[in-house]
């Protein structure tokens, strides 16, 4: 039988032309998942109901929140602390501070409980499930606030993490997978205790700036993905919105090329998964 895994596009809310990219690939069954960025600028009343719209011709699609902790996006929540310049600090500051202890737990907490409230408001329910953008709830102290505010908030939803299932001797080949695979193994241990459901595997991660070839990536992401495992995508249209935040740019319009290609799913079917 083939295993059915969740295919996930991050950062549905950052700008238009992602929004449109990952409607056209859920209504099409090229995906099952998508997590929503509340702190975007394009998550406005129109752009909900388009999702919504698009997941009713796909109704195992899952819709998520893309916790959202990182530069250059602003918190919800007026004392949040710390900031730059009224942004969120970039990730990897974020990540030095959690490593030293040097983050608020209530702070997050707060602004986590926000942001789900935020998705409830929009969608009339809680999340599927919630991961974090740039994976912030795998950081020091984050993770306990993010886990908190999920029990507290959505406790039926399952939550991300990034640990690959793979032999330790096959995990040496990406520096950026490696990282994830030790901050997940403490995140799924604290998850466990909080009774949080969470992915028994994960895949997606690779670097950006090379510019690969996405179809090969695809094919190493799907072998041997478990059921219920995560593969993480950010297919999308470029846009002056996309351009003005994030440096993954034309990147996700090759994502979004293959996604939509005619060897997507002759791929899926050879490596014996389902999205349905």
Known sequence: M????????DDYGISPGVNRAIRDLIENGRLNATSVMVVGPAIG???VSALKAAAQANPRCAIGLHATLTAPFRPLTMHFRPIEGGLFLAHTK???????????????HTELVVQLAAFADLFGRPPDFVDGHQHVQLYPVVREAFLAAVKEAAPDAWVRQCGRDRPWTERLDSPKALVLDILSA??????????????PAFAGAYNFSKAPE??????????????AGVVMCHPGIVDDVLISLDPLTVQRE?????LRG??????LAASEVTLG
Do not use: S, V
């Open 254 to 258: 090759r994502e979004y090329e293959f």
């Open 214 to 227: 996405f179809g090969a990536l695809m094919q190493q992401f799907l072998q041997g993905m478990c059921e």
């Open 2 to 9: 083939k295993r059915r895994i969740w295919l996930c596009a």
């Open 45 to 47: 009343r129109d752009e």
């Open 186 to 199: 403490q995140f799924r241990r604290r998850a466990a205790r909080t009774r949080l459901a969470f992915n």
């Open 262 to 267: 005619e060897q997507f799913l002759p791929l």
């Open 94 to 108: 974020l990540l030095r501070r959690g490593l030293m202890a040097r983050l608020d737990f209530e702070l997050i």
